[in-house]
């Protein structure tokens, strides 16, 4: 059986975390940030990605965030990410992901916790409200509130901004019984203190990914394939041996 160990395991498992970060959606052909094609490649980051820059050229930063929709718009959920949403129907299984492209969500996952917030959300600079927007491009750039006529923002979590729900992340680190960490450098913090809270409560960690990172020293289960691969693997496996009961 392939990943016949993490399979033994996964049978007892309860309470299951996936930590998801850049490289799940690259198969879906998003960029990562940190690569070479990144999408903030020849943008600075402090005029895009700070509350700063959005004051300074609210124009400018959402000329960027609408670049970004209209390219996250093209993709679709990889395998990766269906695999995560169909564990759902066997498992307390919770998404914990980095990624503000909203994929997890639309391949079928209920449980999503995102960390960086969601692109395809507004919030109004005055009164607070949040609300979704799929327009693709945008009808007015800089958009404003139907409600206050406010400048909207992106949902998103900028530098030296908190991320969202982190204590029910950590709690959900704390308790489950795996954790799969897949396309993360786990070089971003407070994401990457998470395998590390999983892991030192007794979880076993399986991380997925094509490079060496800071949770190879101690995970479980080291997989170097594309996470559609051992995702799929990994599925086909749990398939075998529900059926084989």
């Known amino acids: 059986m392939c990943h016949q160990g993490l399979i033994e395991i996964l049978l007892d498992a309860k309470k299951i975390v996936a930590l998801t970060g850049a490289g799940i959606s690259a198969e879906s052909g998003i960029p990562t940030f940190r690569g070479s094609g990144g999408l903030w490649e020849g943008y600075p980051v402090e005029k895009v990605a700070t509350v700063e820059g959005f004051e300074r050229d609210p124009e400018l930063v959402w000329r960027f965030y609408d670049e970004m929709r209209i390219n996250i718009a093209r993709a679709e959920p990889n395998e990766a990410h269906m695999v995560l949403a169909k564990m759902e129907n066997h498992y307390d299984l919770w998404v914990i992901t980095q990624n503000i492209d909203g994929l997890h969500t639309r391949a079928g996952s209920r449980n999503v916790i995102e960390l960086h917030g969601n692109i395809w959300r507004t919030k109004c600079t005055e009164c607070g409200r949040v609300d979704y927007n ?9 958009p404003k509130c139907g409600k206050c006529g406010g400048l909207l923002r992106p949902d998103v979590v900028w530098f030296g901004e908190p991320v969202y729900d982190a204590d029910k992340a950590y709690k959900l680190s704390e ?21 590390r809270v999983a892991w030192s409560h007794g979880a076993k960690i399986v991380e997925i990914n094509l490079e060496k990172t800071p949770v190879s020293r101690y995970a479980d289960f080291v997989i170097r394939k594309p996470a559609t691969v051992a995702m799929r693997e990994i599925y086909q496996g749990l398939l075998g041996a529900f059926q084989g009961e």
């Open 134 to 142: 799929y327009d693709v491009p945008l009808r007015e750039i800089p």
């Open 175 to 195: 308790e489950c019984d795996v954790m799969f960490v897949i396309g993360t450098s786990a070089q971003v913090y407070p994401a990457a203190y998470l395998p």
